[in-house]
């Protein structure tokens, strides 16, 4: 569906639901991660770009303190609606309608009054668990609302850094900055290598030439709260904790693959080790990563993303039979310079860059390889890289 379609759908929803009168309209995108693949909370480098499917919004200040919002996808929950005053807790009926909640409690808590409620009407093209970060797009959208609508004049960090809040501590799900960033911080053609450490980042020119980048949806749901997500973050904290015993270093992100083959023997655990392995050498890849795009170097590029993959199976174990069979076989299919699972796993979708001209038999190659050996269908998306959040 075109924007101008989808906007035409959600205006018209919207005035059957809460009546006429003027409407403003927004649009936050999902985003993909190139590569840099847990790294974020351990210190390192990602390398994230905004994509042109997202979350679209029309929304209407009211006069009294209600807020109502109503999505397209999730039709059966109806209207949601709260008080401002007295309603901004995580309920179970208020579904998606908690991240509204959780980005205006945010936003009150860092001293910003909103007196009057308003009305939201939103459709999203992210399929749901896909890991394209339908939850961050949708914290952003209601950023890029409200910020609008009550004239707050925030910043775009701010508006990141709010809706990490909402996903930490309002949802509770211990996610790092990365989604957030990219969604908020995007630009068409652009990917964004970011320190997450320091929040200082790049535009990289992402220029595939001949080559596009594919979506590969395994279509297996994966909710990152109940995933081992966490698990895998604990694990990489005992790492550092034992590092630390003699490294003066407050993130694996820090180490070289050098000084940690030379420490690696204070870890003391194989599982460990693994884990601290993939954040080091990931972390070392999306450097790489930058320099291979900024040359124009497409094939070590994609070198790169069949070792990320790799570690990913291997040495972190978040990858699972459904990801694995799309980039293992992506990997051997022709016009295909690299493929790895992107987000944090168990499902969700991975990535190839696909010769233009052979994106037609790829999909049909690895539509059948995936039913035959899953017994249900993945999705195919070309990705375009796009801008960030914004009123439209």
Known sequence: ?????????????????????????????????????????NGGYVFPAAISIG???VARKRTDSLVKVYSLNFETVGVIEFSLEDELVNTPEANWGNFVKGYLLK????????QTGFELVI?????NGSGLSSSASLELLVGTVVNDLYHLGLDKLTLVQLGQKVENEFIGVNS???DQFAIGFGEIGKAILLDTNTLKYELV????????????????????????????????????????????????????????EENRALIGDVTLEKRAKHAVYEN?????AKTCLEAGELQAFGQLLNASHESLKNDYEVTGIELDTLTETAQGLPGVLGARMTGAGFGGCGIALV??????????????TYLEKIGYDASFYVATIADGARKL
Do not use: W
Not at 123 to 127: C, L, M, R, V, W
């Open 1 to 41: 569906m075109s924007t101008k379609e989808m906007k035409q759908e959600v205006t018209e929803k919207f005035t059957a639901l809460f009546g006429d009168g003027a409407t403003a309209n927004y649009f936050s995108p999902g985003r993909i991660n190139l590569i840099g693949e847990h790294t974020d909370y």
């Open 55 to 57: 979350t679209f919004g």
């Open 176 to 178: 790092g900055i990365m």
């Open 284 to 288: 070392e890849r999306t450097k790489l």
């Open 355 to 368: 010769k233009t001209s052979d994106i037609e038999a790829f999909i049909s190659k690895m539509s059948a």
């Open 107 to 114: 936003l009150k808590e860092a001293g910003h009054a909103i």
């Open 123 to 127: 459709e999203g093209t992210i399929p």
């Open 205 to 260: 020119p992402a220029e595939f030439g001949d080559y596009k980048i594919v979506i590969m949806n395994t279509n297996k749901r994966r909710e990152l709260a109940d995933s081992k997500y966490n698990e895998r973050r604990a694990e990489c904290e005992e790492a550092l904790k034992r590092l630390q015993t003699k490294l003066e270093i407050t993130a694996l992100g820090q180490l070289t693959p050098t000084e940690f």
